[in-house]
């Protein structure tokens, strides 16, 4: 009987064991398949607010290091939009004035990295903006020196994005010299190059070609810089090029990024 | 006694926080190394538990440790997965790896208790299970069995050497 009482004891031992394992694939599967109702993610307030605390005390050190680099940008982008306003004015017809022409499909709010990842095979990070802010599923986020991801999760007041370091990520990339465009992934090759597929054979290509997001899809917007060819081949006869390009953004030190909502629904349907 | 399982709780508490806000930043370097491998300190927690703890709780508890680790890599799922059945084969190793004069129940495996050879052959079988059921489920395909075990050698080296470097640094007695 004692010996009966121990074996039911070991088994359901390892019942439990066997039903906690299914448990979690099924997890694993689930998120996989990219489903939404999953209920433990970075997002959450508790690891939300416990990588803002840690990412604060890291940030103090950096403060004149950031303000400097924001300087740089703020002073580039300066430059660009008086240059854009010169232009389109000059495009213009005279009596019309130049603020009801303008569009404004882009909506750009800004956002701090609190986690990070590039060792996995499907990276995410962690940003301090969540629904409060206007952050939904679905939108791009670009950094200062390319781009960074697509929003995921979104949480109250922290999402977590897919990084362009995962398997799940594509996007829409284009050469920009003849506007070739394929697919952008991440085939794990390292955390600074992605490949560029599906470009086909007639493109003219050349090694430290400049490419960018082609605007096909609304997550980004047209002609964000996101990295140079390295180098490029066909796999067997196949009609198609695959480019390896160079990341231009570091995607280890993704610090401050902006999260684009696209929301001329006018454009859209053009 | 009572000061045993809080002198748990708060040690896995601190495990956790050194884990997701330390070791995970270390992920970051772009070197070749990191780019294979990772560092998992926190199954400590579970191998720390004592002898006397049930199995039950021991798979229940590596399963809930697991998931509040998911939580933080955004892996739902898969370090769940491969604690859970380290925390299982805690179990098994245990009975395989019992001295002839049995354990001292209310004693954890620690070097204090178990002598420091010991608790490497402990930690580094039950490092290999962890890591690499890890790297399996997070593939989830053993198309990749090549790359499965090249991430499960470099993160049971990078691992093994933080985890018994934390036995020798700390010390735990129970």
Sequence with gaps: ?270 | MNTIPLKHIIRAILILLLQVLVLKRIGLSTSWLWQYGDIFLYPVIVLLLPFRISRHYAILIGFVIGLIIDMFYDTIGVHAFALTATAYARGLLLAYLEPRGGYQLSMSPTIFSMGLNWVMTFTVFSLLIHTFLYFTAEIFTFVYIGQILLKTLITLILSMLVLIGYHLLFNPKS
Aim: hydrophobic share 40%; charged share 20%; proline share 3%.
């Design chain 1, 1 to 270: 009987m004692n010996n009966l009482l121990q074996f039911v004891i070991r088994y359901s031992a390892f019942l439990l064991f066997l039903l906690l394992e299914v448990v979690a694939l099924l997890l694993v599967v689930r998120y996989n398949e990219n489903q939404k109702s999953i209920f433990v993610h970075s997002s959450s307030k508790l690891s939300g607010n416990l990588y803002k605390l840690a990412d604060d005390a890291i940030q103090y050190n950096n403060l004149q290091q950031t303000a400097d680099s924001l300087a740089g940008q703020n002073a580039q982008l300066k430059q660009k939009i008086f240059n854009l306003e010169r232009s389109l004015q000059r495009l213009l017809p005279a009596d019309k004035p130049l603020d009801s022409c303008l569009l404004e499909p882009y909506k750009i709010i800004e956002a701090q990295v609190i986690s990070n990842s590039i060792n996995q095979r499907n990276n995410h990070f962690t940003i301090d903006r969540g629904w409060k802010d206007g952050i939904r599923t679905g939108m791009g986020v670009i950094s200062p020196h390319g781009i960074a991801g697509i929003i995921d999760q979104v949480g109250e007041q922290y999402s977590t994005a897919i990084s362009v370091l995962n398997t799940a990520a594509r996007i829409s990339a284009a050469i920009k010299r003849n506007e070739y465009f394929g697919s952008l992934i991440w085939k794990e090759i390292d955390p600074g190059h992605m490949l560029l597929e599906d470009i086909p054979r007639q493109a003219d290509i050349r090694v430290g070609d400049t490419i960018v997001t082609s605007g096909f899809s609304f997550i980004f917007p047209k002609g964000i810089f996101i990295g140079t060819v390295d180098r490029f081949w066909t796999v067997g006869g196949s009609n198609y090029y695959t480019l390896e390009v160079r990341l231009h953004e570091d995607i280890a030190r993704l610090d401050r990024v902006y999260v684009v909502e696209f929301t001329d629904t006018e454009l859209t349907s053009k």
